[in-house]
């Protein structure tokens, strides 16, 4: 499902969590409040909404309007853990400018690990937005989808260090295949630096296009592949990404 970033951001700056799981992600309506004690304290917590068993709450600032730190945030999840195994937590300010979006990975016989992002009011927020479009569901999917599903797409979404360690093992691979058709350049240090700025550069050019900044086209690098084919053979190389990047990113 594709998030609409304009919407979100929106829904994001206005606390307006609930349209914004619901409406735009596809999440299902759940209401209910849940108090947990923590240190004598009493700790309120609203959840508004669900998805296969996996709850979304919002948690009421500490009595001196801050969001609690960091010691009293795990201390908090614990214990929601007990009301809903599966679960995120935004926690919010008194102030209403500051956001920390919290999500615990459980793995039997390892301890638990805690995953923030936090958001304030005056960022554009397109880190955590694009983490909320790793789980936001179509109607496509209602029918087949599980918890083992969601929580899948939680984890893929929240679980930073799992999805770097992926990125840079295929990042490896990729470069190791791009080396094996890199013709011309005698070097072999030359041709490790040559693969490795042309990856970055088609990186870039990845996410510039997700943003509709390339002839409006989510798919630019694909769109431009399949008009190379039609115009011959293993022309994209040397009639489209050679003057892109060596004349196209060469002037201001």
């Known amino acids: 499902m594709l998030l609409d ?4 951001r929106s829904h994001l700056k206005n606390l307006d969590f609930k349209t914004l799981f619901i409406e735009e992600m596809g999440w299902d309506k759940h209401s ?29 600032p500490s009595l001196d309007g801050r969001i609690p730190d960091y010691a009293t945030r795990r201390k908090i999840e614990t214990e ?9 937590i935004i926690y919010l300010d008194a102030n209403k400018t500051t956001q920390v979006w919290q999500w615990v990975k459980r793995e039997a016989g390892k301890p638990t690990a805690c ?12 880190a955590l937005i694009q983490k909320l479009q790793a789980i936001a569901f179509s109607f496509e999917e209602e029918e087949e989808l599980t918890l083992l599903d969601v929580t899948s797409r939680v984890r893929a979404a929240f679980d930073v260090e799992r999805i770097t360690k992926r990125f840079y093992d295929r990042f490896k691979t990729e470069h190791a295949a791009f ?4 013709k011309g350049i005698p070097d072999e240090e030359m041709q490790r630096w040559y693969a490795s700025v042309m990856i970055n550069r ?21 769109s431009k592949l399949e008009q190379s084919e039609e115009q011959g053979k293993n022309l994209y190389y040397s009639k489209f990404l050679c003057a892109l990047f060596f004349e196209g990113f060469a002037k201001k």
């Open 32 to 60: 209910a409040n849940l108090s947990v004690t923590i240190s004598d304290k009493k700790v309120e917590l609203t959840a508004f909404a669900e998805k296969r068993g996996v709850v979304a709450f919002t948690c009421s």
């Open 179 to 182: 080396l094996k058709f890199i």
């Open 115 to 126: 995953r923030e992002h936090t958001y304030h009011r005056d960022q554009p927020g397109d």
């Open 80 to 88: 929601v853990a007990k009301s809903a195994h599966e679960h995120i």
């Open 202 to 222: 088609l990186m870039f050019i990845y996410f510039v296009q997700k943003k509709g900044f390339l002839n409006k086209d989510e798919n630019y690098l694909r």
């Open 5 to 8: 970033v304009t919407r979100a």
